[in-house]
Nanobody
Framework: QVRLVESGGGLVQAVGSLRLSCAAS????????MGWFRQAPAPGKEREFV??????????YYATSVKGRFTISRDNAKNTVYLQMNDLKPEDTAVFYC?????????????????WGQGTQVTVSS
């Protein structure tokens, strides 16, 4: 089992920045790929892929909507993955979830991940 705990969410004004952290504990060998997803508060909104990174850190992958504004990184010594979010927009408002899986591939579908955190709220005001 892998336990994931997110932190760093909050309220920020548009064009501001936030950094989310996700600390993994337990069987961290099962967190080869780690990703961030988000779910907006609107009814019917599905959990949306944001970014993912493998354990080697090479070739992180981003959703088109966040490319150039968000940066995913990880510190394997701390078993932590980060999401630096710059130039935030009101449409980025969502609960952000950290996910992990033993796969060595970049995964972009939520159903592909075996482990999830509880989520952290990010609210961007205009």
């Amino acid at each position: 089992q892998v336990r994931l705990v997110e932190s760093g969410g909050g309220l920020v004004q548009a064009v501001g920045s936030l950094r989310l952290s996700c600390a993994a504990s337990g069987r961290t060998s099962s967190s080869n790929v780690m990703g961030w997803f988000r779910q907006a508060p609107a009814p019917g909104k599905e959990r949306e892929f944001v970014a993912a990174i493998t354990k080697t850190g090479g070739n992180p992958y981003y959703a088109t909507s966040v490319k150039g504004r968000f940066t995913i990184s990880r510190d394997n010594a701390k078993n932590t993955v980060y999401l630096q979010m710059n130039d935030l927009k009101p449409e980025d408002t969502a609960v952000f979830y950290c996910a992990a899986d033993p796969s060595s591939l970049i995964l972009t579908r939520s159903v592909s991940y075996g482990y999830w955190g509880q989520g952290t709220q990010v609210t961007v005001s205009s």
